[in-house]
């Protein structure tokens, strides 16, 4: 099954601003680890960017799945970008 990364941004304050959401964010993605297509998410030490590797079907997949975050819902990620990727090792 084809591998996919995700850069994202995160918004300013991301520290304060993230509280509400927290919890359902990790929720969230403790399903998808569960479900296989979650490989690993986590952010920048710095808390400007977000990297994800994920397995899915298809980009669209990958998509949906970060576009139902309650991170990008509430504006915490403010940007983000997929690509398929090669794992060489």
């Keep these: 099954m084809p591998k996919y990364i995700m850069w994202g941004t995160y918004c300013q304050d991301v520290l304060e601003k993230r509280a509400p ?6 929720d969230g993605l403790a399903g998808q ?13 710095d808390t400007t960017k977000v990297f994800g590797i994920y397995e899915a079907q298809d980009e669209a997949t990958v998509r949906k799945l970060i576009e139902a975050d309650p991170y990008w819902q509430n504006s915490i990620w403010t940007d983000y970008e997929v690509k398929e990727w090669v794992q060489a090792f």
């Design 21 to 26: 959401y927290r919890q359902a964010h990790l």
């Design 33 to 45: 680890k569960a479900s296989g297509v979650l490989i690993t998410i986590g952010p920048t030490k």
